[in-house]
């Protein structure tokens, strides 16, 4: 039975939600640069930011707010018409908050390189419809 037209979509694996793994795709046009042609760095940060969240997230099964952003890496510049690929997930759970690394890997779309262009950590918070924090279920020790 072919799925076009179908409301089915492909469901993530099994450990998604324990990792909270998560990947979003973004081309990176000129309005997305700086003045060397670029990804400007703030952009890249909120890009960040967001995978970040949803990593959060998908880990705690609710809403969840930062709380720092860790040193983050620029290794290389990403020009404008490249593919890039953030990847977030929660390398430690404790009480109510978790540690998510991120990573933005950069593809020329003409010479198929693959690189890995920023990286960096963010501590995010389990929080309640009042904003405060709430616990998680931690990682197994």
Request: aromatic residues 4%; neutral net charge.
């Given at each position: ?9 492909p469901q993530p694996p099994a450990d998604a939600s324990a990792s909270g793994e998560t990947r979003l795709l973004e081309v990176v046009f000129p309005e997305h640069s700086n003045h060397y042609g670029t990804l ?102």
């Amino acid at each position: 039975m072919s799925s076009r037209g179908s409301n089915q979509h492909p469901q993530p694996p099994a450990d998604a939600s324990a990792s909270g793994e998560t990947r979003l795709l973004e081309v990176v046009f000129p309005e997305h640069s700086n003045h060397y042609g670029t990804l400007f760095a703030g952009n890249a940060l909120s890009l960040m930011a967001k995978a970040a969240y949803i990593a959060g997230a998908r880990r705690a099964g609710r809403n969840v707010v930062m709380a720092t952003a860790e040193k983050v890496d620029f290794l290389q510049p990403v020009k404008v018409g490249e593919l890039i690929e953030i990847v977030a997930h929660v390398v430690r759970a404790g009480t109510s908050s978790m540690t998510v690394a991120v990573e933005i890997n950069r593809e020329n779309l003409a010479s198929k390189e693959h690189r890995t262009a920023m990286r960096g950590q963010f501590e995010m918070v389990a929080v309640n419809e009042q904003g405060r924090p709430v616990r998680i279920e931690p990682d197994e020790s």
